[in-house]
């Protein structure tokens, strides 16, 4: 896999990973990556676990060592994986404003302070009331202004099948719909995250379904992402995934993850 990015992968420095930088890297090597980015969680609800995990001088340290070692055979760009929650968003621009990374994802865990994917989130909820909310602060998230890339867009898919049933975006088009719009207006960009492919599904985060939907309303490019926490999850289907976007048009962001001024350049 010349030249592509693995830009979502956890290392140690988050509370719920095994692997260490070394392992990262080691295993970017073996699959051929041109560079990963370790997006480390840093999250500021203080329900979770990850809270005031984050310890950027260490992490940066990992960074700085690494390089060292591997920086001949593999860029390694800084990054964060920010747990997006309205009410904690000048905690978010804070740290944003005061910790310098490359890379700045953006992904929504929570909502009411409960991970969509823990079993007790759809406890006593309707479809349209476990899955509105979820919309609404994905749709909060990226009219903050503070994301350049947008994490795992459809996570919500994930939740137990039994609670509702197969996802089907179709039933959520419009509000799926808009985030795209907002997305593709603030020249932002899509994560196509395959950790989904490891929790049974047969398409990305967001699915198919969703990426032409994003290509239709004029997105462009996108990231690729693993969302490894363990090095035998680095670039989990990427060859397959790779192939499929390129056939739909999608730009795989390659080399560099480019930064927003460089998109609309990119894609005239």
């Known amino acids: 896999m010349p030249k592509l990015f693995d830009c979502h992968m956890h290392s140690t420095h988050s509370c719920d990973a095994t692997a260490s930088f070394d392992e990262l890297c080691e295993s970017a090597l073996k699959y051929g990556l041109r560079g990963i980015c370790v997006t480390d969680h840093a999250d500021f609800d203080p329900i979770d676990p990850g809270h005031k995990f984050h310890d950027y001088d260490a992490y940066m ?22 747990t997006y929650q309205t009410e904690f968003v000048d905690d978010i621009r804070r740290f944003l404003s005061t910790h310098k990374f490359d890379y700045v994802l953006g992904s929504v865990h929570l909502i009411d302070h409960v991970f969509v994917l823990d079993p007790k989130y759809p406890e006593g909820k309707t479809k349209k009331e476990a899955y509105e909310p979820y919309w609404q602060e994905t749709l909060a998230m990226v009219e903050s202004g503070l994301f350049e890339h947008i994490g795992h867009f459809d996570y919500i898919k994930s939740m137990r099948r039994e609670d509702y049933g197969e996802f089907k975006p179709e039933a959520w088009m419009p509000q799926i719909t808009r985030i795209l719009e907002k997305i593709v207006a603030s020249d932002a960009i899509l994560e196509v995250n395959t950790s989904a492919l490891r929790k049974n599904h047969l398409e990305p985060y ?32 990427f060859k397959e995934v790779a192939a499929q976007l390129k056939r739909l048009g999608l730009t795989i962001c390659e080399d560099e993850i480019f930064p927003r001024s460089m998109i609309s350049q990119l894609a005239t």
């Open 206 to 237: 967001p699915g198919w379904e969703i990426l032409k939907r994003y290509k239709d309303l004029g997105g462009t490019h996108v990231v690729l992402g693993s969302d490894a926490h363990s090095p035998y999850r680095v670039a989990l289907g």
């Open 61 to 82: 340290a990992d960074v700085d060592r690494c390089r060292k070692k591997y920086g001949s055979r593999l860029i390694i760009k800084t990054g964060v994986e920010v």
